[in-house]
Every structure is written in structure tokens, then in C-alpha cells.
């Protein structure tokens, strides 16, 4: 049986810093995709807390580090192939 595991995109192109982030208003929100199965997906969308870029930026990184780190590896298989943005 095949074990997929709800991990966001960790893909982020150099052509684009902003890459996940969203600004709503003035505040700069993080938003993703997770697959929670093979046959579904679900975008989500959290509030980084400031109206700062760079900071925004900052806190993105921060998020999908600890993320990444916190993640189950899935026996077989890099992780990279777990993951879509």
C-alpha cells in the first residue's frame, strides 16, 4: 500500500521571491496546496501577521522549514516526489 503524506510544495522559483505569498489588504498571507490523497487536494491559506515583505518572507521561510523538518519521510521515496506547489 502506497502512504501519501499531506506535505506542501516546498518549490519555489528563484524568477519569483514571492512564490506562496499573498498580500490581502495589506497583510501577507502564505498559501498552499496539500494532497491529502491521491485523488484530492485541499488550498490552504494562513495570515503571516504583517504588512512587512520582508518580513513576510521571512516567516514563509520559517514555516515551510519547520514544516519540512517535521514531515514523515515516506519509506522509498524522496521526498521531492511527495510534494507539488
Known amino acids: 500500500m502506497i502512504t501519501f503524506n499531506s506535505i506542501p510544495g516546498l518549490r519555489r522559483p528563484a524568477a519569483n521571491p514571492n512564490h506562496h505569498l499573498w498580500n490581502n489588504h ?38 515551510f522549514a519547520q514544516l519540512a523538518r517535521s514531515a514523515p519521510a515516506a519509506s522509498g521515496c524522496d521526498r521531492r516526489d511527495q510534494v507539488a506547489a
Open 26 to 63: 495589506g497583510t501577507w498571507f502564505l498559501h498552499y496546496t496539500v494532497h491529502p490523497t491521491p485523488f484530492t487536494k485541499d488550498r490552504i491559506r494562513r495570515t503571516l501577521g504583517t504588512k512587512d515583505l520582508a518580513e513576510a518572507r521571512q516567516r514563509r521561510d520559517r514555516f
